[in-house]
């Protein structure tokens, strides 16, 4: 079982310092701007490193304003799984970028390049020279930009990525990796430009600073990787899944899995079970059928239902995936357009999936309410007994984390409501 034993997170967004021993359940609160979503992504993080590009434009900015490196670090049994982040050293980013550089592709645009030579063998030794020769003015001329101008502002369009085995440089991409890719541009016309003639000469941003010259009737494309991409991309472990606020019934629209149908029908079975939905007969996501006390019968389209209905069944959806045995499950507030009804059930629902799949939750909250469902008087002697000792929240504060056991969190339930408030 892929369990966390402990998380350290220093520097890591808007966090300073946050250790914590975790439990099976975990809840983390707080006010808003105080790093809950922040501590799921660390944990994210530890267990799969590429999506770190899923920071899009701000990825520049994960590590904290006041630290020169950010460091993630956990144990998982016997291992200990780490994750640290950096601006590169001068020779890093030279030397990276200087392998980032290569004449990326050229191709054929029209029929006509080449047309008078008889072999292909000729016309593709054609191509390999034009492409080496590019290649060459291509590196000689980012070589003496180097030298020139240095590497400084290029320290800030690259981000070195470690784990405990390997290190991976991340391309941000920027104003300086732009420009000098069109000084190379102009340099590649003034040394080519009599022996070839260059119709013309684009600047691409879609991918990335990536220049295209059109030569004859051929395109050679040169650039740096795409934005917030990686040089060696690194390898996720599959043993966290990251369950966002967002909503899930568009993915569950476009899967097409052969398991679909049977997960769907468990999921209605369990809202039947539960009664969630009174007189549900059958649920499919195309439409929902009621069954009266008399037998009689009505359907209601999908779409009509509520959006706290969709995102409970959408949330479901995830939660019985049979991948989530065994897991690490990080859910960002999962109470959100939810009835108080729907929102107990899945409370319900999240201690079972917790004891009987081997599934350790990290979820984060500011509703009073779904936090209050762990403690009412509903649940069984196992299941009271069980959170006594699996249960754990940490209070998310500016500039500290508290961590409360399950009895010290119920005697500070009206203090947790209070606080999400904001008062």
């Known amino acids: 079982m892929t369990e966390l034993e402990r998380v350290e997170i220093e520097g890591f967004k808007g966090l300073e310092y946050v250790e914590f ?15 809950k979503t922040s501590f799921l992504e660390a944990v ?30 956990g144990k998982n049994g016997e291992t200990e799984v780490e994750i640290a982040l ?13 392998e980032a550089t290569p004449v990326i592709s050229g191709h ?4 006509t390049f080449g047309e008078n030579n008889t072999e292909s063998g000729e016309e593709f030794e054609s191509t390999e020279a034009l492409l080496e020769k590019v290649g060459d003015v ?3 001329a980012f070589r003496d930009i180097l030298a020139q101008d240095g590497v400084a502002n290029l320290r800030e369009e690259l981000l070195m990525v470690s784990t405990a085995t390997d290190e991976y440089p991340c391309f941000l991409e920027k104003e300086a990796s732009t420009a000098i890719m069109e000084e190379i541009l102009n340099e590649v016309n003034r040394d080519l430009g009599e022996e ?16 295209r010259l059109k030569i004859d009737s051929r395109v050679i494309s040169i650039g740096f990787p795409p ?7 690194p390898e996720n472990t599959d043993s966290a899944t990251y369950i966002k606020s967002v909503d899930l019934t568009e993915r569950i629209e476009q899967t097409d899995d052969e398991q679909d149908p049977i997960r769907i029908d468990d999921i209605s079975d369990l809202l039947k079970e539960k009664e969630v939905v009174g007189n549900l007969k059958t649920l499919t996501l195309d439409y929902l059928v009621f069954e009266d006390e008399n037998g009689e019968k009505d359907q209601i389209p999908y779409e009509f239902m509520g959006d706290g209905f969709k995102s409970m069944v959408g949330l479901l959806w995830e939660l019985m995936d049979d991948e989530i045995e065994d897991q690490i499950v990080l859910i960002e507030e999962p109470e959100n357009h939810m009835h108080p009804g729907y929102v107990r059930e899945m409370v319900y629902f999240l201690i079972d999936l917790a004891r009987e799949e081997n599934v350790q939750l990290f979820i984060t909250t500011h509703d009073s309410d779904f936090i209050n469902d762990f403690f009412t008087e509903n649940l ?3 299941e009271e007994a069980y959170l006594k000792d699996e249960f754990s929240l940490l209070r998310m504060e500016e500039d500290s984390a508290v961590v409360e056991d399950y009895e010290t969190a119920r005697e500070n339930l009206k203090e947790h409501h209070l606080d999400l408030r904001g008062i």
């Open 21 to 35: 021993e975790p439990t099976d359940i975990n809840l983390i609160t707080g006010r808003n701007n105080t790093g």
């Open 44 to 73: 994210d993080l530890l267990f799969n490193p590429v999506n770190l590009t899923d920071f899009g434009d701000n990825l520049d900015s994960v590590i904290h304003v006041d630290f020169e490196h950010s460091e993630i670090r």
């Open 86 to 98: 950096r601006k590169p050293s001068s020779a890093e980013a030279e030397k990276h970028f200087l």
């Open 108 to 111: 054929r645009v029209s029929p």
């Open 138 to 140: 291509t590196d000689r």
């Open 196 to 211: 070839v003639e260059i119709e013309a000469i684009d600047l691409l941003q879609r991918n990335g600073p990536v220049g």
């Open 227 to 233: 934005e917030n991409s990686f040089l060696k991309r």
């Open 380 to 382: 069984t002697d196992d």
